[in-house]
């Protein structure tokens, strides 16, 4: 009688060959590649250190494909955006300490988007850790301490016998749900030594499925079969679960209108009689949000910028569907269900009654009427051409992505992504530079489309030596530059707040000059010429820079009425 746990696989004559018989000069770095490989990685990203060159002499011996960037950190924004396109575990190779640390700021928000990242660094030698001040060059007391409250989990190598294993887990963690970066550290004289393990040839992983408890989304579909006035919030758990068809099947089944966070964009259909869009910063969708009876968040836990500044108080039930229990009613009372956005969306359906509301695409008209009469009534029509513009000129389908500025503000509430997965943006943490190196990673994940990056001049300047990574790699990537002289929100916010502002204004290097001296092809557009300077560079192949100089402003807050 044969069980289950009984049955082993068995290697096949190639492999058993390759045990017997691995080739000579190979070192635990060769552990690593090939692991990654075993994996199903095709594309790693990183920088090589003095520590770390054992993997990087290993990546010469296989078929991984190697983006260099020229920063940490723009090498983990690639990684990150890489991870959202393609839903794979972007692998990113990084030296010990300087070279770790620089990318702490791309691994925070790679855990707040869940997006899986796997980070690989070296440590100093073994001889040197347990916390004593031998004077390693890089050394830290606790290397990987800097990373446990950043990314999802640490994992730490010490033999080379520990690295297939280590790294196989570490795999698995970042594409669990929810999705998110990790942490893998191996030091350097385990990376360099000769290794007798046998070339590494399996890698299958299987991450862990979340599904919901029935008995919870048995509640939660009576309550939405039995409301008066339904509505969703859907927030990035929906894109990251490829969860967006079955959110449009519940919506329309339910008659519910349904609002995108940010995180969100392109979760439900921009046009569709039930979308209210994204404009989550105004009164008007907060109060029409507060007054259902039932309210469905989606893989969204109601943060500062999702609930208009923790200005929103709902009246009714809320149930909450979250992967990252951390987040499961940490900011309101629900019925909350841990759970995959696919999985628990595809249960409701299973479950609810289908409702009738002819009222429902009238409400979400006259919500969407008053939005535009605010907007309206302030004059920003150049922020509104300027963002139509960048609309017509991106074709339906090429992902974009945007760094923290002005413009991406705008984006966020009033930029139609036409579609999941296709607008990026750094508001899960916040920090600068993200645009244009994420926009390579993504480029290098998906060579047949183009994609755009949109930046300020403020934010550009943390990412202007990856123009060079651009160029050698030769990828189709359009770089928008929104130049107004400084930090634009800061600008605003201190004026706002303290009559005028301080420290934000930058000297102005010539941008298309800069871009040239890469090798990349730039020009100078205008607000009119915008549409069409835009769209031709995006057509033609590899990497090119848009200058747009402007000072746009933004539309006034509601949450400070």
């Known amino acids: 009688m044969t069980h289950d746990h009984d049955l082993v696989l068995r290697p096949t004559a190639a492999q058993t060959e390759a045990a017997l018989n691995p080739p000579p000069g190979r070192n635990g770095g060769d552990l690593v590649v090939e692991t990654l490989a075993g994996l199903g990685a095709t594309t790693v990203f990183g920088l090589p250190g003095q520590h770390a060159l054992g993997m990087f002499d290993a990546l010469r011996r296989s078929d991984l494909r190697y983006i260099g960037l020229r920063v940490e950190n723009n090498a983990g924004f690639a990684a990150d955006a890489y991870g959202r396109i393609t839903g794979e575990a972007a692998p990113l190779l990084l030296s010990t300490g300087p070279g770790a640390l620089t990318s702490l700021a791309a691994l925070q928000e790679a855990r707040a988007a869940s997006a899986p990242v796997l980070a690989i660094s070296s440590q100093i030698p073994t001889a040197g850790l347990g916390g004593g001040r031998h004077g390693y060059l890089h050394e830290l007391p606790d290397q990987a301490a800097s990373f446990r409250g950043v990314v999802k989990s640490v994992h730490t190598v010490r033999t080379q016998s520990q690295i297939p294993s280590a790294i196989a887990e570490a795999w698995t963690s970042a594409l669990t749900v929810p999705h998110g970066p990790v942490w893998v550290e191996i030091p350097q004289d385990v990376l360099l030594s000769e290794t007798p393990i046998p070339v590494v040839t399996g890698g299958d992983t299987f991450p862990e499925e979340l599904p919901p408890r029935p008995e919870l989304t048995a509640v939660a579909a009576d ?35 349904v609002v995108t966070t940010f995180g969100g964009k392109g979760a439900f259909p921009w046009t569709h009689p039930l979308s209210l869009q994204s404009w989550l910063e105004d009164r008007h ?40 229990l951390g987040k499961l009613e940490s900011n309101h009372p629900a019925l909350g269900i841990h759970a995959d956005a696919r999985l628990a969306l595809q249960a409701l359906l299973e479950t609810v009654t289908d409702r009738t509301d002819p009222t429902a695409a009238d409400r979400v008209r006259e919500v969407l009427g008053k939005v535009r009469e605010r907007i309206e009534s302030q004059e920003l029509s150049l922020e509104q051409d300027v963002l139509a513009a960048v609309r017509g000129a991106l074709p339906p389908g090429a992902p974009s992505f945007w760094d923290m500025t002005i413009l991406a503000y705008w984006a966020w509430s009033a930029f139609d992504a036409k579609g999941p997965n296709a607008m990026h943006s750094a508001q899960g943490a916040g920090g600068l530079g993200y645009g244009f190196p994420a926009a390579l990673g993504a480029a290098a994940a998906d060579p047949t489309r183009p994609v755009l990056a949109v930046s300020g001049d403020g934010g550009a300047l943390y990412s ?71 769209a031709k560079a995006l057509s033609a192949p590899g990497p090119s820079v848009v200058v747009l100089p402007a000072v746009l402003r933004m539309f006034a807050p509601t949450h400070l009425d």
């Open 223 to 257: 309550l939405l079969s039995r409301a008066e006035r339904p509505a969703i919030i859907a927030g990035g758990g929906v894109v990251r679960a490829d969860a967006s068809g079955k959110l449009r099947q519940l919506a329309e089944r339910l008659q519910a209108p």
């Open 285 to 324: 969708t907060t109060d029409f949000l507060e007054d259902a009876d039932v309210l469905l968040v989606v893989g969204s836990g109601l943060g500062e910028l999702s609930s208009n500044y923790h200005t929103f108080k709902p009246r009714g039930r809320v149930v909450q569907i979250e992967a990252d």
């Open 464 to 534: 202007i030596a990856e123009l060079a990574t651009a160029r050698q790699y030769d990828l189709n990537v359009t770089w928008l530059i929104v130049d107004d002289g400084g930090y634009g929100i800061l600008r605003e916010y201190m004026t706002d707040a303290f009559g005028q502002p301080t420290a934000t204004e930058l000297t102005r290097p010539d941008y298309v000059a800069l871009a040239e001296s890469f090798g990349v092809p730039g020009v100078r557009t205008s607000p009119e010429s915008l549409e069409a300077d835009l």
